[in-house]
């Protein structure tokens, strides 16, 4: 699987494409990845820290944030401000869901916080030996950071969404992406729930059967023993394999599926004026409530936006709708 040449395979699909439609496409692309790496996590953000994961993605290809002052930098920006960080965390953390309202079920635990530095300091050594290391495959090394670094936990809140920008970053900084695009690998997770749990679980459920802990009533943990040695030698194949086959997902189809949907959408304005020549906010938004119907305008709609055509004319654009969008 290391042997796929994903730059070349990327390429492929991209000169398909006109330059102009490309760079139209990056703006979805971040979006669209911003949208997923948060839903992955069930949370809805408002317009301010979307707009904050959109900014700081943008960057992932000028500079290396594998450094412990750009992750809290990182951190910072991505969360609530009254969650930030400082440092590392100072207490111990865990993952889990509520089963009943005196139930906790722990999916898993993570390194004490007295074992964080000596870790996190190693996981920034391995990287920037990765960075030198040439003949090694830059997913592996995207895997093993990425994955590493989630597995460490280093902070309170926003580790999975550095997680998955890390991976951008990564790739980004070893030129895999082509320039001027991003591959929006957090849809192919969100959109493959399973695969991406069990590259989760494959560290998380045989580490589970090796630590003691306790919980208590407040919900603080309680991690007896020396635990520090089990985060320290990852066995990362089951990491690699997943983030390889997310990124053929991603680049096969969910690049594909958003260029092809501006291709779509090129078309149908063009069909649409036509037939009406409507302003282009009022086409935009002609197309987007009849992608959201089904293909056709709800009569809500009709009365309420487009009163002001007749009754053959919104046939007439729908149908062009349906046809350019096979809907």
């Known amino acids: 699987m290391e042997r796929i040449d994903i730059t070349q395979r990327c390429e492929e699909i991209v000169t398909a494409y006109p330059p102009e439609l490309l760079k139209r496409a990056l703006s979805y692309l971040y979006r669209k990845e911003t949208k997923a790496s948060f839903e992955i996590e069930h949370i809805r953000p408002d317009l301010s820290r979307t707009d904050r994961f959109i900014a700081l993605l943008t960057t992932a290809e000028h500079r290396d944030f594998c450094e412990k002052e750009l992750l809290i930098e990182i951190q910072n920006s991505i969360v609530d401000s009254r969650f930030c960080e ?3 965390r100072q207490n111990q953390n865990y993952v889990g869901e509520t089963v009943t309202p005196l ?4 999916h898993y635990i993570t390194p004490k916080p007295e074992d964080l530095t000596g870790l996190m300091n190693g996981l920034i050594s391995t990287h920037r030996k990765l960075k030198q290391e040439r003949n090694i495959p830059v997913v592996v090394h995207a895997a093993i950071i990425a994955y590493g670094f989630v597995f460490l936990h280093p902070f309170e809140d926003g580790n999975g ?7 951008h970053n990564i790739l980004a900084q070893r030129r895999v992406v082509p320039e001027g695009l991003m591959f929006p690998v957090s849809a192919a997770m969100l959109n493959n729930p399973i695969l991406y749990d069990r590259s989760l679980e494959a560290f998380s459920v045989p580490l589970m059967r ?11 943990m309680t991690v007896s023993g020396q635990t520090g040695i089990w985060y320290r030698y ?15 997902k991603t680049v096969d189809e969910e690049l594909k599926k958003e260029l092809n949907f501006l291709v779509g959408y090129d078309r149908t304005k063009k069909a649409l004026q036509e037939i009406v020549d409507m302003p282009d906010r009022q086409i935009d938004l002609f197309i987007r409530l009849c992608l959201q119907n089904n293909g056709y305008l709800s009569a809500a709609k009709r009365e309420s936006v487009f009163s002001v055509l007749t009754d053959e004319e919104i046939e007439r654009l729908e149908a062009a709708v349906r046809m350019n969008y096979a809907t």
């Open 210 to 220: 090796l630590v003691d802990y306790e919980l208590d009533d407040s919900g603080d």
């Open 86 to 88: 400082s440092d590392y």
């Open 161 to 167: 969404r550095i997680h998955r920008f890390l991976i």
């Open 103 to 106: 139930q906790e079920k722990i």
């Open 234 to 248: 990852i066995d990362m194949t089951a990491q690699v394999e997943a983030l390889y086959e997310f990124i053929i």
